[in-house]
Every structure is written in C-alpha cells, then in structure tokens.
C-alpha cells in the first residue's frame, strides 16, 4: 500500500456510514480500485454515525493494511451532518469529496468531478471551487423518496438563488477545502453547503452523476427528513441574508406592523367623525376595537424592532468573539511584488 502522508493528498473522500455492513467492504474495494488509477494522492475518511451492526469490525478487518484509510466512529448517532462535518475537519487533502455509503454513488464519478473543478469557470481563466452532483436519472422510489426530493430541491432553489443546482440532496460532491475552512455545520444543514458557499463568493457548478439502485441494506431517512430539511432552510435563509445585518430583518416585520397601527388609528378616527360607520352612529374611541388593535400592533411593533437590535448586537458579538469578518477575500494584488 502506498504511504498516507499529507504532502502526497490532493483528495480526501468523507464516507459517512450507519448500519451498511452489506455494503462497506465493498464499496471500500470499488472505491479504491477506482482511485488507484488516478494520478492524484488520495485518502478515504469513514465517518461511523453509531452503527450498531458489523460496518466497523468488517470495514477494519478489509482495510487493516491500508494506509489511506481513515475510520472516526462517533459514540453515538449524531446524524449526516455531524458526520460530514468530523470527516471534513479531518480531511488533509487539497479537495473533499463527501459521497453516501450506500454504494448508490458510483465511485467513478469522483475523478470526473475533483476533473472539473479545474475547469475555467468564466473568461478570467478562474476555475471552479464546488462541482455538486445531480443524480438526474434518480434509483429510488418515487413516492417515498424522489417525489419530496423534487419538491424540496425547488423550494430551497427559489429561496436560496442557487440556479445552477438542481440536487441538493446528492451528497457526492467536490470541494476545493478552503471554501469550507469556516462553514459551520449544524442539523441537516449539509445539503445547503454549496449555497452557503456561493453566498460568500464561491464559484458553484453541477455535473451529472450515476446514481445506481440500492443493492442492500436499507435507507436510513424517510419524509420526516424532509421537514427537518425545510426548518433548516429557514435559518440557512436567515444567516445568509441577515447574519451580518439582522436588524433589517426585524425592522420589515416591525415597518409592517407600524403600518396597519396607522391605518387601525385612521379607520377608528373615522369612525368616530361619522365618516365610515356601520349604523350612521360614530363609534367612541373607547368602544373601538380598532383603538385597542392599533395600541396591540404598535406594541409588537417596538418589540419587533427592539429584538432587531439585540440580534445587531448579538451578529456584532458573533463575528468580533471569533475574529471572523463578514466577507471572503479570494486574492489580494499588490504592484510591485511581482
């Protein structure tokens, strides 16, 4: 087996795996016959989410010569993303290809997209930071799996502006490792990387991949994924709007509600004055209803607006704890150094 060391890794391979022990040994051989034609230096990184079958004893006793191989077993289940996240931060390589450990990814289709992120991304000759898969001829059933998939892809599209993607479920994708150096990831947020990453300048495109048909074991999520993935959504839509200005968030809702205490004073004043009434009688400021409306929205108003400015200063305290900016400097120039 060839030496694991970090000067000779261009790609690391995050494999997260729960209970597939009909399917780690493998996909650990297909994978690394594939990889062992390639050029690049490559390690796979097996991320166990609580198995609590074979997967580890069989994925160790398969791969215990080989050098290249990396196992992180969690004590419990903590889920996909905690999963891709440990893998990620263990990655050594210069691009991170997280893929499913179900065998349904093609391990072919890894060199082809790592191939593409080298490709020039617009006239300037830069190229690509992030080649994200579309399983666009999906094994899987339509009911219980695509259908909700098709849905939730065309939510989070619209909300999120990421045109250039059609999959966001596809967990086979490539990433150059500096454009997820601060990405932080929580829930089902992985999905949401790639818009994540555009928001702060990141380069994204999409290839399609193979996505073959469950040969064992037995899925892991199911629709209740899908509501999770929706709640997530809203607050990757929140951070990447308004984490650096949340104020502006609240202040719209608390305009809003400015608004309709205006109009509940001018329909009451009304009222009053014999302008608009519903039995030729004025209605007592006392007596109106829309008085006690206008005191109840310019209430929520004020603390709409006060929560706004405790989110400002909570972003504020957020970036300076950490010592981290709200934007990404891709390259710096000075005359001169050349």
């Not at 202040?251 to 109009?263: D, E, P, Q, R, W």
């Not at 109106?288 to 004020?302: D, E, K, R, Y």
Request: proline content about 3%.
């Amino acid at each position: 087996m060839s030496e694991n060391t970090s000067h000779n890794i261009r790609v690391s391979i995050v494999i997260p795996v729960m209970n597939e022990q009909d399917n780690i040994v493998e996909l650990y051989r297909e994978l690394v016959a594939m990889m062992d034609q390639q050029s690049d230096g490559y390690e796979v990184i097996f991320v166990d989410d609580g198995s609590w079958d074979q997967t580890v004893p069989r994925l160790k006793e398969a791969a215990a010569d080989d050098a290249r191989i990396s196992i992180i077993s969690f004590k419990k289940n903590f889920g996909q993303t905690a999963a891709m996240a440990a893998g990620f931060e263990a990655a050594r390589g210069e691009v991170i290809c997280p893929m499913d450990g179900d065998r349904q990814n093609d391990p072919a289709d890894v060199p082809r997209l790592v191939a593409k992120l080298d490709e020039p991304a617009d006239d300037l000759g830069n190229t690509w930071d992030i080649v994200s898969g579309w399983r666009r001829d999906r094994q899987d059933k339509m009911m219980s799996r695509r259908l909700p998939s098709i849905i939730a892809n065309k939510i989070v599209k619209k909300l999120t502006w990421t045109d250039e993607i059609h999959d966001f479920g596809c967990s086979l994708k490539a990433y150059r490792k500096e454009v997820l150096e601060d990405v932080r990831l929580y829930g089902e947020m992985h999905r949401f990387i790639p818009a994540i990453c555009k928001w702060r300048g990141a380069r994204v495109t999409e290839e399609v991949v193979n996505h073959r048909a469950r040969v064992a074991g037995y899925s892991k999520y199911g629709l209740k994924r899908t509501i999770k993935v929706l709640l997530d959504l809203i607050t990757v839509k929140f951070l990447g709007d308004y984490l650096a200005k949340p104020i502006y968030f609240f202040g719209k809702f608390s305009m809003a509600f400015m608004v309709l205490m205006v109009l509940s004073i001018g329909l009451a004043l009304f009222q009053k004055f014999g302008v608009l009434t519903f039995d030729g009688e004025p209605v007592k400021l006392n007596n109106n209803i829309f008085v006690l409306f206008a005191m109840m929205t310019g209430l929520i108003s004020v603390m709409v607006l006060m929560m706004g400015v405790l989110s400002e200063l909570m972003a504020r305290v957020y970036h300076e704890s950490q010592d981290r900016r709200p934007y990404k400097i891709r390259s710096v120039f000075r005359g001169g150094d050349a």
